[in-house]
C-alpha cells in the first residue's frame, strides 16, 4: 500500500519568508496529491492539489511542484504570514491503493512577526 | 448541502462501554473513511469504505469495527472502549481520486 513520508515535522519561519514542506510517496500508481490545512481545533480543509500529469501548479501564493520520477511533492507558501500558521498534511492517493487515502505525519508551521 | 457531519460532537466514555459514531455525507461520495487524530500526531486511518456494503481495515484498526450499510452513512464502533482509544476522530468522503471533505470531528474521552 501507499506510504507517505512528510518533511520536515515542524517549521518555524519569520513573516515574510518562504515555507517548504516535503513529501516523498512510495506507489508509483498515485497520481492525485493533496495538501491540506489545519487551524487548532478544526477540521483540515484542502488549500491546493495537483495530478500526475502536471508538473507544478499555484494559487497565489501558495504552489506545489511534483515530481513523479522521484516520488516526491512539495508545498512551497511565499511572502508567509501568520495566518499562515498551521498543520499542513500531505497525501497521496491512486487506483492502486484502492481508495486507500492516507496522510503524512503533519508540519506544524509557526510563522512569526 | 451539509456535506459531512459526525455525530456526535464530544463523548465521555467510561472504559469498557460501547459507542456508535455516525457520518453522514450528502454529496454522493463513493468512499467514506475514518480518521484519529491524537495530539501533536497526524491523522491515522482507521478503517475506510470504497462504496455501500465494503469496508477494508486501514493502519490502526484493532479495537473498531465499521459498517457502511447504506451509501451516505458510515459508522464505526467501539465494543469496549480503552483510554488509549481517547482521541480526536475525524471522518472524510470523496469522490475517486478528488479532495477529502471532513467532518468537524468528535472529541471522545475514555476515562
Known amino acids: 500500500g501507499e506510504n507517505v513520508e512528510q518533511h520536515p515535522s515542524t517549521l518555524s519561519v519569520q513573516e515574510g519568508d518562504s515555507a517548504v514542506i516535503k513529501c516523498t510517496y512510495s506507489d508509483s500508481a498515485s497520481n492525485y496529491f493533496p495538501w491540506y490545512k489545519q487551524e487548532l481545533g478544526k477540521r483540515p480543509q484542502l488549500i491546493i492539489d495537483i495530478r500526475s500529469n502536471v508538473g507544478e501548479k499555484k494559487d497565489q501564493r501558495i504552489a506545489v511542484t511534483l515530481n513523479k520520477t522521484a516520488k516526491h511533492f512539495s508545498l512551497h507558501i511565499t511572502e508567509t504570514q501568520p495566518e499562515d500558521s498551521a498543520v499542513y498534511f500531505c497525501a497521496a492517493a491512486g487506483a492502486d491503493s484502492w481508495g486507500k487515502f492516507q496522510f503524512g505525519a503533519g508540519t506544524q508551521v509557526v510563522v512569526t512577526p | 448541502n451539509a456535506g459531512v457531519t459526525q455525530t456526535p460532537k464530544f463523548r465521555v466514555l467510561k472504559t469498557g462501554q460501547s459507542m456508535t459514531l455516525l457520518c453522514a455525507q450528502d454529496m454522493n461520495h463513493e468512499y467514506m473513511y475514518w480518521y484519529r487524530q491524537d495530539p501533536g500526531m497526524g491523522l491515522r486511518l482507521i478503517h475506510y469504505s470504497v462504496g455501500e456494503g465494503t469496508t477494508a481495515k486501514g493502519e490502526v484498526p484493532d479495537g473498531y469495527n465499521v459498517s457502511r450499510l447504506k451509501k451516505q452513512n458510515f459508522l464505526l464502533g467501539l465494543e469496549s472502549a480503552a483510554p488509549s482509544q481517547t482521541s480526536v476522530y475525524f471522518c472524510?468522503?470523496?469522490?475517486?481520486?478528488?479532495?477529502?471533505?471532513f467532518g468537524q470531528g468528535t472529541r471522545l474521552t475514555v476515562v
Open positions: 472524510a468522503s470523496r469522490r475517486v481520486t478528488t479532495e477529502a471533505f
